[in-house]
């Protein structure tokens, strides 16, 4: 049986595009699996997931046989095969708790991930807690004066791997304009958000001396506007006045860990599309 697609698409909103693509498949013999669509009336847009069984078709006869339909309702679309590990790149700083719980998910084969290089501004000795195995590990550390030089190198191994996704794992470090544009829509960052936003450095201590009742966190694609990126995920967490500072870094570590394996689920299943500064996520 052939791997299972999935296409997902928007354009502009206009009667009939739903008949029109399962019409399609129907003529070549597919059998949908999920199908889930987006009407957005603020914007006049129109966004679809189908997931499909391609019977004795391929991905190529599909692409072949939708594209002129796709270029005549000026569509961005995209097929790829739906089970197919996502190449992934992962960037860690000093705090690799991310890192830990992104590996672990793709060890027991939760997250359909491939991992095929970690990048860190600081030695491998600054993540000894966590278990990389045999993943390449490149230290590239960065100051000002070899910033620009730093970038070039993520990029030479990001094509050199053929990494399909950028995960900042807690990377510490604010990509250029240049490197957030060249990893447009396949870099996701976690970012600790509160209410009221805390910037700068101890931003659990800056929460605790509010006395905040509630922390989260934002998983977003990265963009030359510092964690203004299209957001993907969010989650948050009840604090009371009993937690110390340091009970709320542990509570930090772990909502920040589980909303970005959740962004990154959501994006290698193709979940997610854009739609200008925001995203369509389609959840299951």
Known sequence: MAEPLVLTLSCADRPGITAQVTGLLFERGANILEAQQFNDRASDAFFMRIAFDPGAGDAEAFRGAFAPFAERCAMRWKLVRRDRPRRVLIMVSRFDHCLADLLYRWRIGELPIEPVAIVSNHPREAISHTNIGDVPFHHLPVTAATKAEQEAEVRRI???????????????????????????????????????????????????????????????????????????HQDVEPITHADSPEELVRKGREIESRVLAEAVRLHVEERVVLNGARTVVFRN
């Open 158 to 232: 990001a094509d050199e791997t053929d990494a399909e996704l950028v995960i900042l794992a807690r990377y510490m470090q604010i990509l250029s304009d240049g490197q957030a544009a060249h990893f447009a829509g396949r870099c996701i960052n976690i970012h600790h958000s509160f209410l009221p936003g805390f910037k700068g450095a101890r931003p659990y201590h800056q929460a605790h001396a509010r006395g905040v009742k509630m922390i989260g966190a934002t998983a977003h694609y990265v963009t030359a506007d510092l964690d203004e990126g299209p957001i993907i």
